[in-house]
């Protein structure tokens, strides 16, 4: 069973931390083997956070070795062409860790703060996700796994018939491609998805690699995710299902109302960025999934996608 934590860095009430106090967090759960901690960003309100959520992630992938680093980053926020090349880079310098958290829920306050007082229609801002998550899939894919050479004698950086141009032209974005960064270590950046609703299902198991569910309920969104995820031709085991356990449930004694479900791959844990609360999980919670057997010991993979049993990005 695969683990990670959510972890809020601007909860209501929290100090303000710095960064030391945030890589030391992380760097202690990396040690009780946690596959990746996902980390929210929002630029809609004030918060008590310091840091943007790529940000952060590009400075512990300094100082970890082999968690994974999720960042949350709004569509509605960045270009499509800038974000898969911000998280193309993330990926080279933490030698394939990172993942974007992707969402197709409207934050309603945030248009205004990037040229759109007047706010998205709903079912346009879905249209517009949609492509958005389409095109930074797609230019992550735009080399071949062989295609640099930097070949200096001969004149030759790139072998042409391995470089794709994406010549993308919809509804909301015009992008040619390709990158002008380097094939992704793990092949592309995992895509995690959260915040989807029913409706939203068959594209997150058309493209998602990991989604993000409800702990209530999750084994009927758990079957009918794996359903949808057959239908579009992919493996169920190529889109892996995680229950988010809010913080007050984490208690050891409630863990078997998760895991008797069987209604996920893993769980997700939501904690506050506290020191106390990642002692409460590490210290009490870790230990009984693994006296269930439930969370591993050890360390597996040296790439998010490896640690997650995933195939290379684009696979089916």
């Known amino acids: 069973m695969h683990l990670a934590i959510s972890l809020n ?10 960064f030391g106090q945030i890589s030391a967090i992380v760097r202690n759960l990396e040690a009780a083997g946690v596959d990746m901690v996902i980390i929210s960003d929002s630029a809609d309100a004030p918060s008590t956070s310091p840091f943007e959520a790529t940000t952060l992630i590009a400075a512990l992938a300094t100082v970890t070795e082999t968690i994974g680093l999720v960042a949350g980053a709004s569509t509605l926020a960045h270009q499509p062409y800038n974000l898969a090349r911000r998280f193309a880079s993330l990926d080279i310098i933490s030698h394939g860790r990172t993942g974007w958290n992707a969402t197709l829920v409207q934050n309603p306050r945030e248009a205004a703060n990037f040229s759109r007082p007047e706010g998205i229609a709903d079912d346009d801002f879905r249209r517009r996700a949609e492509e958005f998550i389409g095109i930074v899939q797609g230019l992550w894919r735009g080399w071949d796994a062989d295609a640099l050479l930097f070949d200096k004698a001969g004149g030759r950086f790139h072998d042409p018939d391995k470089m794709h141009f994406l010549d993308h032209k919809g509804e909301f974005f015009s992008v040619r491609g390709p990158l002008n960064v380097a094939r992704s270590p793990q092949d592309a950046p995992v895509l995690v998805m959260s915040g989807l609703g029913e409706a939203d299902f068959d594209f997150g198991a058309k493209v998602a690699d990991v989604v993000l569910i409800e702990a209530e309920g999750a084994k009927a969104d758990y079957d009918d995710l794996k359903r949808r995820v057959q239908i579009c031709g992919r493996k169920p085991q190529a889109v892996k299902v995680l229950a988010t356990v809010p913080a007050e449930l984490t208690a050891a004694e409630r863990l078997d109302d998760w895991l008797d479900a069987k209604g996920c791959d893993g769980l997700n844990f939501a904690l506050p960025a506290d020191l106390s609360a990642v002692a409460g999980f590490t210290d009490r919670v870790l230990p009984e999934l693994r ?7 050890a360390h597996a993979g040296a790439t998010l996608r490896e640690r997650l049993g ?7």
């Open 310 to 316: 995933l195939g290379v990005g684009g696979a089916k």
């Open 291 to 297: 006296h269930r057997g439930a969370a591993r010991s």
């Open 9 to 18: 860095i601007a909860a209501d009430g929290q100090d303000i931390l710095d």
